[in-house]
Protein backbone atom coordinates (compact mmCIF):
# COMPACT_ATOMS: atom_id res chain seq x y z
CA UNK A 1 0.00 0.00 0.00
CA UNK A 2 2.77 2.43 0.48
CA UNK A 3 4.56 1.51 -3.03
CA UNK A 4 0.96 1.91 -5.19
CA UNK A 5 -2.19 3.99 -4.73
CA UNK A 6 -4.89 1.58 -3.41
CA UNK A 7 -8.79 2.66 -3.83
CA UNK A 8 -10.31 0.63 -0.98
CA UNK A 9 -9.60 -0.97 2.07
CA UNK A 10 -11.58 -3.89 3.29
CA UNK A 11 -10.83 -4.37 7.19
CA UNK A 12 -12.45 -8.16 8.13
CA UNK A 13 -12.10 -9.36 11.79
CA UNK A 14 -9.90 -6.55 12.75
CA UNK A 15 -10.91 -7.98 16.19
CA UNK A 16 -8.33 -11.19 15.62
CA UNK A 17 -5.10 -8.68 15.55
CA UNK A 18 -6.11 -7.54 19.24
CA UNK A 19 -7.09 -10.72 21.07
CA UNK A 20 -3.66 -11.99 19.88
CA UNK A 21 -1.99 -8.99 20.79
CA UNK A 22 -3.73 -8.42 24.12
CA UNK A 23 -4.80 -11.18 26.38
CA UNK A 24 -6.59 -11.77 29.66
CA UNK A 25 -8.15 -8.82 31.44
CA UNK A 26 -5.29 -6.85 32.80
CA UNK A 27 -4.56 -5.59 29.25
CA UNK A 28 -8.27 -5.10 28.55
CA UNK A 29 -8.13 -1.25 29.33
CA UNK A 30 -4.99 -1.33 26.65
CA UNK A 31 -6.68 -3.40 24.32
CA UNK A 32 -10.01 -1.07 23.87
CA UNK A 33 -7.89 1.94 23.96
CA UNK A 34 -6.15 0.88 20.82
CA UNK A 35 -9.20 -0.42 18.88
CA UNK A 36 -10.93 2.83 19.35
CA UNK A 37 -7.86 4.55 18.08
CA UNK A 38 -7.93 2.46 14.90
CA UNK A 39 -11.55 2.09 14.46
CA UNK A 40 -11.32 6.16 14.77
CA UNK A 41 -8.57 6.56 12.05
CA UNK A 42 -10.23 3.78 9.90
CA UNK A 43 -13.53 5.34 10.38
CA UNK A 44 -12.05 9.37 9.29
CA UNK A 45 -12.44 8.72 5.55
CA UNK A 46 -15.58 5.99 4.72
CA UNK A 47 -18.73 5.48 6.48
CA UNK A 48 -20.84 2.43 6.15
CA UNK A 49 -24.55 1.86 6.88
CA UNK A 50 -26.57 -0.74 6.31
CA UNK A 51 -29.61 -0.04 3.67
CA UNK A 52 -32.99 -1.28 3.05
CA UNK A 53 -32.74 -5.20 2.93
CA UNK A 54 -30.09 -6.26 1.39
CA UNK A 55 -28.59 -2.89 0.80
CA UNK A 56 -25.64 -1.42 2.33
CA UNK A 57 -24.01 2.19 1.76
CA UNK A 58 -20.62 3.60 1.67
CA UNK A 59 -20.14 7.17 2.26
CA UNK A 60 -17.23 8.94 1.68
CA UNK A 61 -17.13 11.71 4.69
CA UNK A 62 -13.30 12.92 4.73
CA UNK A 63 -10.81 12.22 2.03
CA UNK A 64 -7.85 14.63 0.54
CA UNK A 65 -8.99 13.39 -3.24
CA UNK A 66 -12.37 12.58 -3.17
CA UNK A 67 -15.95 15.14 -2.74
CA UNK A 68 -18.49 13.94 -0.41
CA UNK A 69 -20.72 11.03 -1.82
CA UNK A 70 -22.33 7.92 -1.05
CA UNK A 71 -22.70 4.75 -3.31
CA UNK A 72 -25.15 1.47 -2.96
CA UNK A 73 -23.97 -2.19 -2.56
CA UNK A 74 -24.89 -5.44 -1.59
CA UNK A 75 -22.83 -8.57 0.08
CA UNK A 76 -23.71 -11.91 -1.94
CA UNK A 77 -22.07 -15.34 -2.09
CA UNK A 78 -19.88 -14.00 -5.05
CA UNK A 79 -18.65 -10.65 -2.84
CA UNK A 80 -19.06 -7.07 -3.48
CA UNK A 81 -22.12 -6.70 -5.89
CA UNK A 82 -24.12 -3.56 -7.46
CA UNK A 83 -27.07 -3.11 -5.33
CA UNK A 84 -30.36 -3.43 -7.55
CA UNK A 85 -33.95 -2.42 -6.04
Given amino acids: MV ?11 IMALFRTDFTGRGELAERQQKLGQMMALLKKRLYLRKGKGEQRVAKVVDSPCLAE ?4 FALS ?6 YKE
Fill in 3 to 13: EEPYKLLIVDS
Fill in 77 to 82: DDGVVE
Fill in 69 to 72: GEAS
